[in-house]
C-alpha cells in the first residue's frame, strides 16, 4: 500500500481473540508482541485506526494507551491526535480519542451503570464456579474454566436480560448483559466512515461473533461507493471461525497480525 493509498484506509481492530491470544482469565491476557508499537505507527500514518472491543476503555488503555507515537504529526483534521489509536470499548459504547485519558460514554447508555452493578452482585451469587467480569456497563458471565456451566449461564443471564429489560451478546465460552441501546461494532465502523468521507479502502481485523457487524458495515459501505475497497480479516481460532464466511483474508493466530500491519506500511 503506497503512503497515499494508507492515508486514505481505516482500520479496525478487534482485541480478544485478534490482537490477544485467548486464555483462562480475561485480567490476565494482554496484546501480542509488537501489537501496540505497530497500531501506534498505523494511527500516525494511516487515514484512521481504532481499537474496536467488548471490552471497557480503561482496559484497552493499559494496552494502547501509552504507547510511544511511532507515526509523523498528522492532526490537522482535528481527529484523535498522531499516534493514538482511537480505543472503542463495550462494542461501541464508550469511547477516546486520547489514549483513555478522557472517556466518552454514550448517554443512552450511561443509566445503566447501577443495573449492572447489580446484575454483578446476583450472578456471582447465582453462578459459583462461573467467572463473573464487571464492565461497568455490561456484565460478562465466563465459563471458559468451568464449561459444564454453560447452558445454566446462557439460560441465568436470558432470563436476567428479559427480567430486566437487556441484551444479551454471546462470544467465546462467555454470555454477557448488556444496556438495550442499539449500538455494536458496525455503528462504530459506519460512524467514522461517515465521518471521513476522504477515505477509500477500510480493513476490519477480528475473530468472533460480535465482529460481524463491523465486517458487514465495511462490505456494505463497500457495495454503496464503487472506489471504496472493504477488506476483512478473520483470525482463525480452534474453537471455530464465526466470520469465515465474510472473511476476504485469513490469519492463522494474533501473533501474525503486527506482522501483516508492519508489511502493508513498508510497501507505503
Ligand atoms: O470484542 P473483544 O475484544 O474480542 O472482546 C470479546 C470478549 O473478550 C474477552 O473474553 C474472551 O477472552 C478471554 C481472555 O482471553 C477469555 O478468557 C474468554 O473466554 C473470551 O470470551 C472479554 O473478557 C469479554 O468481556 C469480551 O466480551
Not at 26 to 38: I, L, S, W, Y
Not at 233 to 248: F, I, M, R, S, T
Request: hydrophobic residues 40%; charged residues 25%.
Amino acid at each position: 500500500m503506497n503512503r497515499e493509498q494508507l492515508r486514505r484506509t481505516a482500520f479496525f481492530f478487534d482485541f480478544d481473540g485478534t490482537l490477544s491470544a485467548i486464555g483462562p482469565d480475561p485480567e490476565k491476557v494482554g496484546p501480542v508482541p509488537d501489537a501496540p508499537q505497530a497500531l501506534a505507527e498505523l494511527a500516525g500514518r494511516s487515514g484512521y485506526c481504532a481499537v474496536v472491543s467488548a471490552r471497557p476503555v480503561s482496559f484497552l488503555a493499559r494496552q494502547f494507551g501509552g504507547v510511544e507515537p511511532g507515526g509523523e504529526a498528522d492532526s490537522d483534521d482535528g481527529a484523535a491526535p498522531s499516534g493514538v489509536p482511537e480505543l472503542h470499548g463495550l462494542y461501541g459504547l464508550e469511547f477516546s480519542a486520547d489514549g483513555g485519558a478522557t472517556v466518552h460514554t454514550l448517554p443512552e447508555a450511561a443509566p445503566y451503570r447501577e443495573v449492572m452493578r447489580e446484575a454483578v452482585l446476583e450472578a456471582t451469587r447465582d453462578l459459583p464456579g462461573a467467572l463473573i467480569e464487571d464492565k461497568g456497563l455490561s456484565c460478562a458471565v465466563h465459563f471458559r474454566n468451568s464449561p459444564d456451566l454453560g447452558d445454566a449461564a446462557d439460560e441465568w443471564v436470558e432470563q436476567y436480560a428479559r427480567a430486566h429489560g437487556l441484551k444479551v451478546q454471546r462470544g467465546r465460552m462467555v454470555v454477557e448483559l448488556k444496556p438495550p441501546v442499539q449500538r455494536d461494532k458496525g455503528a462504530v465502523v459506519r460512524d467514522a466512515l461517515a465521518a471521513r468521507p476522504e477515505l477509500v479502502g477500510g480493513w476490519f481485523f477480528g475473530d468472533d461473533l460480535g465482529d460481524r457487524p463491523g465486517f458487514e458495515a465495511l462490505a456494505e459501505r463497500a457495495e454503496r461507493t464503487p472506489r471504496f475497497t472493504a477488506v476483512r480479516v478473520a483470525v482463525a481460532n480452534a474453537e471455530g471461525d464465526p466470520l469465515g464466511d465474510l472473511a476476504d483474508l485469513m490469519l492463522g493466530a494474533p501473533d501474525e497480525v503486527p506482522g501483516l500491519v508492519r508489511r502493508l506500511m513498508r510497501e507505503g
